[in-house]
């Protein structure tokens, strides 16, 4: 495993740090009057989800840990797991439905998936930008109203509440991007 500086620790990497793997969210590189400048870093440790607010010197040497990224088709859900499989060999695996967190009613049938894998442990699902939903419940269209930036309140068909433009109606196919859970285009 490659050793970094304190101070080459930038949000996104994945570093071994007091026996786990955590992500760095934030960074902030602080320089004080009296002192030397350190790195002040808030991470999120991959497997529990605990934060951790730490400070690295330039002296400090981290490892940073690279994960390996495999497309994965997911085929259904049995028992509170999600069944993936690999699409090069087929090989299946069963991880938590809460891998997703909030994210997990956009999954989909046949949806392809990012898993991030260290060794041979799954530590992280990314779901695509984008999916289409169906909306199933929402106001009427009204003639007229046409106020810029207002929007309404909509039922997608995964339960998930969205707000979208007054100009979209019941039974439309939109696309909501999966990382702000908020309403992108028409489908």
């Known amino acids: 495993m490659p050793k970094i500086n304190g101070n080459e ?3 996104g990497n994945v ?3 007091e026996g786990g793997l955590w992500a760095a969210v934030k960074v902030d590189h602080v320089k004080p009057g009296k002192g030397g400048a350190f790195a002040q870093v808030e991470l999120k440790n991959l497997r529990d989800g605990r934060k951790l607010n730490e400070r690295f010197r330039s002296a400090d040497k981290v490892e940073r840990v690279r994960l390996e990224q ?10 509170g797991m999600l069944v993936f499989m690999d699409t090069e060999t087929y090989e299946q695996v069963e991880l938590p439905a809460d891998i997703l967190g909030e ?4 999954l989909q049938d046949g949806m392809t998936v990012v898993i991030e894998y260290h060794d041979t442990e799954a530590l992280n699902a990314t779901l695509p930008q984008k999916v289409v ?3 199933v ?6 003639k007229g109203q046409t106020a810029a930036n207002s929007f309404k309140p909509a039922v997608l068909d995964n339960g998930v509440r969205v707000m979208v433009p007054p100009f979209i109606g019941q039974d439309e196919d939109i696309v909501v991007n999966t990382e702000t859970m908020e309403y992108s285009e028409r489908a």
């Open 9 to 11: 620790i930038r949000p």
């Open 15 to 17: 570093l071994e740090h």
């Open 103 to 106: 994210r997990r009613p956009f």
């Open 70 to 79: 495999k497309d994965q088709q997911f085929l259904y859900e049995t028992d």
């Open 137 to 142: 419940e929402t106001e009427p269209v009204v």
């Open 133 to 135: 939903c169906k909306i």
